[in-house]
């Protein structure tokens, strides 16, 4: 394919992107970086995890990009009681006509194409571990055998803050299977007078397909072939290393305050969303800036302040705008 060929064919995905969020827009009021952020994780070929309080539409942002992508939908509510077969499928006993006795699988709700995963930090760790082989090989193993999930598989989790009750922590490798972490905050006044108005009056916006699965994987794979300058390339680089503690590169606030840092799937990520991200603002290549935006998203689930950094007030944000300032920002000047 020639560049003309490629830039042509970005510029046609931005179109139809474009389409998506304005479908998207008609029953997601006022959330436009959450959305921006979660269509990214989905362009990429990721998951993400959706934090906030209860009401803030998390679960109707899922539900509606299953309907504008295109994607066949499952839905799993976590509970304390939620149990791995509840999630991935069972093995049953059966018995035929002739009394032969057989196992056969039964599938559990997370094949399908766009999971739901809703309130996931409610179940019990070792309910949320039956998630970690399916995000990251998109396949289940049952009973000594393995189920492939199929193409495209995406899991979009809901999480309540942790300081609720009933919570657990998800542990630190589910969280680093997660794309980018997408925080879910209250609407402005404005934003909240529209969605009084559009949500209890008789009808309710309906969303409609633009994509469909294929599609999607088409838009994904394409993604791929953008291009990225070596200036964003060195950009990823030095803000991922810049977050390791034990990093030469680390800046002294990361060396006295993180207890460890993000590993490759970091920089993996960021490299895929910063494409997201300008194919969805209608650019044909990411810049430094692009880095800079989604720093928080990608960071902030893959590092952990010590004990010492909490009890003196600091918070991760503040860490990772840090990091930015000193890693990319010189870069983005020069």
């Not at 009056?201 to 699965?213: I, K």
């Not at 689930?301 to 930015?324: C, F, P, Q, T």
Request: some cysteine.
């Amino acid at each position: 394919m020639t560049n003309e060929a490629l830039l042509d064919e970005i510029e046609a995905l931005g179109d139809t992107l474009a389409r998506a969020k304005e479908v998207i827009g008609r029953r997601i009021i006022g959330q436009e970086q959450v959305v921006d952020l979660t269509l990214s994780a989905l362009l990429a070929g990721g998951h993400a995890l959706l934090i906030g309080l209860p009401g803030l539409g998390k679960t109707r942002l899922v539900e509606t990009l299953s309907t504008v992508m295109g994607l066949r939908e499952g839905r799993i509510q976590f509970t304390p009681d939620l149990m791995p077969s509840d999630i991935l499928g069972a093995e049953v006993l059966e018995e035929s006509a002739d009394g032969a006795r057989s196992f056969r699988f039964l599938k559990g709700p997370i094949f399908c194409q766009l999971l739901l995963a809703d309130e996931i930090n409610r179940a019990s760790p070792r309910t949320q571990s039956a998630l970690l082989q399916a995000m990251q090989e998109h396949q289940i193993s049952v009973a000594g055998q393995t189920h492939d999930l199929g193409a495209p598989f995406h899991v979009l989790a809901t999480q309540n803050p942790l300081e609720q009750e009933g919570t657990y922590p998800l542990p630190e490798a589910q969280l680093d299977r997660f794309l980018l972490q997408v925080d879910v905050e209250y609407p402005d006044r404005d934003a909240e007078r529209d969605i009084l108005l559009a949500t209890t009056g008789t009808e309710d916006a309906q969303a409609e397909p633009v994509f469909t699965g294929a599609e999607l994987i088409a838009a994904q794979k394409l993604l791929r072939r953008m291009p990225v300058g070596e200036g964003v390339v060195d950009a990823i680089l030095d803000l991922v290393r810049a977050c390791r503690p034990d990093d030469d590169a680390a800046p002294q606030i990361v060396r006295d305050t993180v207890s460890w840092g993000p590993g490759p799937r970091a920089a993996q990520a960021l490299m895929l969303l910063t494409r997201a991200r300008a194919l969805i603002d209608g650019r044909l290549a990411p810049g430094i800036d692009d880095v800079c935006a989604l720093a928080r998203p990608v960071l902030s689930h893959r590092m952990a302040l010590s004990y010492g950094a909490r009890a003196a007030g600091h918070n991760l944000a503040e860490v990772i705008d840090a990091v930015v300032d000193q890693a990319t920002r010189p870069a983005a000047a020069a």
